[in-house]
């Protein structure tokens, strides 16, 4: 069964410090691995998204990479900011049509001043 | 300005009375989603369509029905529906479909549900 699982599940951190959010998945072969950001009760944003062929993707402080390899990818996050907190999704795209989108459960972060 | 716009944003209602969330686009985009999001299960697709009058079930389509009349718009339909529908429910558009592509996907602003 195609999976993507995210970790951390919560995060905190001060304001001004980088974090890294990690995405593991199953879902083989894929298109596109993509990044969202999403802030509490609006939807999803993209911030990246990367095809099977790229090891990374930056979008201003947030900065993707994917080893598919191993099937992971991580989310850089660098000089947090109080308005960075919300859920980060990763979501994997399945390379051939038909097949369901899979979606991580998130990773929600958090930054305090 | 560029957009996916849903109706309503908040609904309560009781099981069995129809009902219908509408979603529209304005960017021309020929790929439209709609999504339900639960605490702790992520997003999960419904239903989708490719283009005008094209339709196909997602991860769970039971309890939903949809038509793409009109490029533009995309209503999720629930018939009769159950508490176990309540939930956080996102309509989204992309020019063409995800798979095989990198195109962007836009994300309405949502519409929260809950049946009692």
């Known amino acids: 069964k195609n999976q993507v699982e995210q970790s951390p599940q919560s995060l905190i951190i001060l304001e001004g410090k980088n974090c890294t959010l990690q995405c593991n998945y199953t879902v083989s072969p894929f298109s596109n691995l993509r990044w969202y950001k999403q802030d509490t009760g609006r939807g999803p944003v993209s911030l990246t998204i990367m095809t099977f062929s790229e090891n990374t993707k930056s979008n201003g402080r947030y900065t993707a990479t994917l080893d598919a390899d191993t099937k992971q990818s991580s989310l850089h996050i660098t000089a947090s900011q109080l308005s960075d907190s919300a859920s980060y999704i990763c979501?994997?795209?399945?390379?051939?049509?038909?097949?369901?989108?899979?979606f991580g459960p998130g990773t929600r972060l958090s930054v305090l001043p | 300005e560029a957009q996916v716009t849903q109706n309503p944003r908040y609904l309560i209602t009781v099981t069995g009375k129809k009902l219908t969330v509408t979603c529209s686009q304005n960017?021309?985009?020929?790929?439209m989603s709609w999504y339900r999001q639960d605490p702790g299960l992520g997003l999960r697709q419904i239903y989708y369509?490719?283009?005008?009058?094209?339709?196909d079930k997602g991860d769970v389509p039971e309890g939903y029905k949809v038509s793409r009349k009109e490029k533009r718009n995309f209503p999720l339909i629930l018939e009769s529906p159950s508490p176990n529908q309540t939930s956080l429910y996102f309509c989204a558009s992309s020019l063409r479909g995800l798979a095989g592509t990198a195109y962007e996907q836009y994300f309405g602003p949502g519409t929260r549900l809950t049946v009692t």
């Open positions: 960017m021309n985009h020929e790929y």
């Open positions: 979501v994997v795209i399945p390379y051939n049509y038909g097949q369901n989108f899979v």
């Open positions: 369509s490719m283009n005008v009058e094209v339709t």
